[in-house]
């Protein structure tokens, strides 16, 4: 799968036991320089009710702590949220400057989140996912922010806690999902090696005395046996009614609210997305019957619409490069692309931050392909990459599956996409709008959109020459977008069955059995995340012409693009706000 890596957890279950919460503005504080105290109080705060989430946002202070998920912790970090809420409330949006007035929103936003989790979506009772320790263990061994030494003690401290951590982790879990338990059981048997053998490696390399290591070692066996002794309690559950993986109606629509941030609902934009999967067969059949003759002479056409663009889609897959070539043949798409986006004048690439290309770090194996991976909103100076993994040592059947599915085509757009105009320059303009409170709740739908836009937006711009091959296989791409959200929607609110997920994939979004097979397993144990593709796209395609309208002959693209992008990583409702004005009520 091909996906952006970021150093984001989400804001879980944050759970301490600090008595001062929330802090109040200063007197006549309704001013930035207030309103910027208070944040930081908050965040110092926010970290200390969730070290896990700190140490993978790059904050260090609280690496040697884990807090236990107790019933008085929950609660407390539920009362953390409501004295901030109020502390916010004493601040009047309106008077702060652009930049504060989207900061105001997330960290409110974020708020009523932590509560709606406390009080009603409870995934402590049944997603056991949600109790998986390992991942900031890992970060904590495997990323360089500090001498190994001090790094293996805070590890060394942090397990401490792991026995009681997971016996009260199976007192809060009631009902857990099937699905999640097994996804649990395959997380946590894979990943226990960083206990049983990871943490051993790397003390071999430090000059901790003989004896502390004992003790540390001893320790790391505890913490294994704990996790261990945790898969196999769970094994061992027994429900006569298992709770269901599909979230339901009401519990979808809060989720989405809060995750996603849309002024839609998320049935609104289930019902454009399957207007728009419509619209896309229509297009995709009329290029289709145009490209026939050029690729299969005199044949008859198929009578069937979708039958005749499988056909078509499955030929021109057939162009793609070799095996060994693939990693080359993305890099060398970057100077052009770059070289596209000056010539036609689409944005401004800064000069002083080239795109660093870099072959997948051997930890990040697995993610084939390309992804663009950002430091932590504390690493200030770490470079953002464009990692390009290799197809060496895929079986050839694997590989040529793979290739055919990011052919010559599509791996263009993969590129435009991952790189440039994509993610990683939408990355560079983030980072010019500095704000650790859009670093920390960056708005993974306006990512996401902003990454899908800028293909059509090469495209329209002639990228490819305008020929149809190009724009037939970006509507399959797109296509994927669209599908991913009805069958999220689909499948948690409105119960569509695994055969009928599985053919729409295949039959109507031209998807291999393997990749719909694995997007069926992705959507039993996530909900929502896959909606954000398309949502964030159609709102900054709604955002753009309505900006269009409103600027009339002075509309410029490029300005668009980059006032757009000025306003850092924030939800796309709210850059449209700003950009247009708040509607008059
Ligand atoms: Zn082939
Ligand atoms: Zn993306």
Redesign the pocket.
């Known amino acids: 799968m091909?996906?952006?890596i970021l150093a984001v957890a989400g804001m879980m279950l944050a759970l301490s036991s600090c008595k001062k919460d929330g802090m109040a503005p200063e007197e006549g504080g309704h001013d930035d320089a207030a309103f910027n105290a208070y944040t930081n109080h908050f965040l110092e705060n926010l970290w200390k009710e969730n070290p896990d989430a700190a140490t993978q946002m790059g904050y260090h202070k609280y690496d040697s702590i884990l807090v236990v998920p107790t019933t008085s912790n929950l609660q407390h970090l539920y009362k953390f949220a409501g004295s901030n809420m109020d502390s916010l409330a004493r601040f009047a949006s309106g008077s702060l400057s652009d930049a504060n007035k989207i900061d105001y929103q997330l960290i409110q936003n974020e708020l009523q989140k932590m509560q709606w989790h406390v009080k009603s979506l409870r995934d402590y009772e049944w997603d056991p996912s949600s109790y998986n320790v390992i991942n900031t263990f890992a970060y904590i061994l495997n990323e360089h922010y500090a001498p190994l030494d001090k790094r293996l003690r805070n590890f060394y401290e942090k397990m401490a806690n792991v026995p009681a951590y997971y016996k009260e982790a199976q007192k809060q879990i009631k009902n857990p999902v099937p699905e999640l338990t097994d996804l649990t059981a395959d997380q946590l048997n894979g990943g226990v090696s960083v206990f049983e053998k990871d943490f051993a490696d790397s003390l071999k390399k430090t000059k901790i005395p003989d004896a502390m290591q004992k003790q540390m070692l001893a320790r790391a066996k505890q913490s294994a046996d704990a996790i261990r002794g945790f898969t196999v309690w769970l094994s061992n559950l027994k429900s006569a009614k298992p709770r269901s993986f599909r979230l339901g109606r009401e519990l979808y629509e809060d989720k989405f609210k809060f995750d996603i941030q849309s002024t839609s609902t998320a049935q609104q934009v289930f019902n454009a997305a399957v207007t728009r999967k419509k619209y896309l067969h229509g297009e995709m059949a009329k290029l289709s019957r145009q490209l026939w003759p050029k690729y299969f002479g005199k044949a008859e056409m198929p009578k069937d619409t979708l039958e005749l663009i499988g056909r078509v889609i499955d030929t021109l897959s057939a162009k793609h490069v070799k095996p060994e070539e693939f990693q080359s043949a993305i890099e060398k798409q970057i100077p052009k692309l770059e070289a596209f986006v000056k010539q036609k004048d689409l944005l401004t690439l800064d000069p002083g931050k080239p795109l660093v290309v870099r072959k997948e770090p051997a930890y990040m194996a697995g993610v084939a392909g390309a992804s663009?991976s950002s430091p932590g909103p504390y690493d200030k100076g770490g470079n953002t990459y464009f990692n390009v993994g290799s197809l060496a040592g895929w079986a050839p059947a694997r590989a040529e599956s793979y290739l055919r599915e990011y052919n010559q085509y599509i791996l263009q757009i993969l590129c435009i996409?991952?790189a440039i105009p994509?993610?990683y320059t939408q990355l560079v303009y983030s980072n010019k709008a500095p704000s650790l409170i859009k670093s920390i709740f960056q708005n993974g739908a306006m990512?996401?959109g902003w990454?899908?836009y800028t293909e059509p937006m090469m495209l329209d711009a002639g990228f490819g020459n305008n020929e149809p091959e190009m724009r037939l296989m970006w509507y399959k791409w797109h296509l994927r977008s669209v599908c991913n959200t009805i069958l999220d929607y689909s499948v948690h609110v409105a119960n569509m069955s695994k055969e009928q997920a599985i053919r729409m994939l295949t039959h109507e979004a031209f998807q291999q059995q393997a990749e719909a097979e694995g997007k069926w397993k992705r959507v039993s144990v996530t909900s929502v995340q896959l909606t954000s593709?398309f949502t964030g796209y159609k709102e900054i395609m709604d955002l753009r012409t309505e900006y269009q309208k409103k600027l009339g002959d002075k509309y410029k693209l490029k300005a668009f693009n980059e006032k757009f992008l000025s306003y850092g990583s924030a939800p796309v409702k709210m850059i449209k706000e700003l950009m247009l004005g708040k509607p008059k009520e």
């Open positions: 091909i996906k952006r663009v996409h991952e994509g993610h990512i996401e990454a899908v593709y």
